[in-house]
């Protein structure tokens, strides 16, 4: 099971002390130091369920500098997939992989029906 966040993040830090907090173990990987590959993304969107465009930190100042949220409709998946895998600041976390089961966000009943 992995766990990837970014350690100044207040949602990341909320599921990772739920996590603790519930005797769980997993991976932890800093997003911002080793951001997801293209081949990630698009296995973790596959599995997730959700809209490509769902998987964006759309809150990011990164997300907002580039004007992403009127650019994102003119993109291909592929160049969507492209920009993700760019930067881990674009991405949505905490993104929790286990399996067939990708949870972007932290949902609290999400991950105890996923992990409990």
């Known amino acids: 099971m992995l ?13 990772l002390k739920w996590k603790k907090d519930n005797g769980i173990e997993a991976d932890v990987r800093d997003i911002k130091e080793d951001n ?13 369920g959700l809209p490509l465009r769902k998987h964006f930190n759309t809150s990011g100042k990164l997300y907002k500098e580039m004007h992403l949220k009127d650019r994102l409709k003119d993109m291909s998946d592929e160049e969507v997939i492209a920009l993700l895998a760019s930067d881990g600041m674009l991405v949505k976390r905490p993104v929790l992989v286990k399996g067939d089961t990708v949870l972007v966000g932290f949902n609290e009943e999400a991950w105890k029906a996923a992990l409990l």
Request: charged share 30%; glycine share 4%; proline share 4%.
């Open 36 to 48: 997801p590959s293209a081949e990630e993304l698009k296995e973790w969107t596959a599995k997730s």
């Open 3 to 15: 766990v990837v966040c970014y350690a100044k993040c207040g949602t990341c830090r909320k599921a």
